[in-house]
């Protein structure tokens, strides 16, 4: 059975972070325990950049901020799409 991986209040989580997550239950557990406008935050972070390469980062950094115990995206102004 697939895990339960929550969304955002106006984005759905990409396939390349559905993939994360999934790959990494201490990280989805994480995310799940993350509130829905939270977790809209680093979708829309995320999704937001131009480059693939800057993406990956994007991926490599809320996965190790996530597991730190961070709940948004730091230095980040926010989802402009709410």
Do not use: F, Y
């Not at 239950?25 to 995320?46: F, G, H, Q």
């Not at 993406?55 to 102004?77: D, S």
């Amino acid at each position: 059975m697939k895990a339960k991986i929550g969304t955002g209040v106006v984005h759905e989580v990409p396939d390349d972070l559905e993939i994360v997550l999934s790959g990494n239950p201490d990280l989805l557990e994480k995310w799940n325990s993350l509130t829905p406008l939270a977790r809209n935050e680093w979708i829309c972070w995320v999704i937001s950049v131009k480059k693939s390469e800057t993406r990956e980062k994007h991926l490599e950094r809320l996965t190790e901020e996530i597991l730190e115990g961070k709940r948004r995206p730091c230095c980040w102004p926010g989802c402009p799409h709410r």
